[in-house]
């Protein structure tokens, strides 16, 4: 990246780190549409993507709290409150992943912390799909499946900043 303006190195960056999810066109439109990105470098990227992360966990909890409102089935209800505990969980751990990101440096055991924490907080939501998939309760509403897909995604930029992390 010698020899560009911040702003180019800035877009190769976002290039390189959306280049590496699974939906390339997604990572680029939030990271760019954030008005903070325009000075960031990859910790403040990192920031951006936790927050993004974050906001829309709980969005995913505030969907599953109002679909478990409709519910009928005692059943389909306790799943709703066990998916509500795990976009909590998500919550906390991007919480956690964030307060990694604060500290003035990163030594190995941090960016593996963050490492961790972040997989976490990206896998812990698929668990609330499970009982969907399994066939023992009714069809999974298409607003939670697509909501825990963009989740997955944005969360997915969260991990592919934490692997870019130099450890050494």
């Known amino acids: 990246m010698q020899g560009q303006t911040g702003n180019q190195q800035l877009r190769t960056l976002i290039n390189q780190i959306c280049s590496q999810t699974l939906n390339p066109s997604l990572c680029l439109q939030v ?93 812990e939501p698929n668990f609330c799909e499970d009982g969907f998939d399994e066939g023992w309760l009714q069809n999974e509403p298409s607003k939670l499946k697509e909501g825990s897909k963009k989740y997955f995604n944005l969360c997915e930029i969260v991990l592919v900043i934490g692997a870019s992390f130099k450890s050494g």
Do not use: H, W
């Open 31 to 123: 990271l760019e549409s954030d008005t903070r990105s325009t000075r960031a470098d990859l910790r403040g990227l990192g920031k951006i993507s936790i927050d993004i992360a974050r906001k829309d966990a709980k969005q995913m909890s505030n969907l599953v709290t109002s679909l478990k409102k409709e519910a009928t089935n005692s059943s389909l209800k306790e799943r709703y409150d066990y998916c509500v505990e795990l976009y909590g969980d998500a919550v906390d751990d991007l919480n956690g992943v964030g307060q990694i990101l604060n500290k003035k440096v990163l030594c190995p055991l941090d960016i593996s912390n963050f490492r961790v924490q972040a997989s976490t907080a990206c896998s």
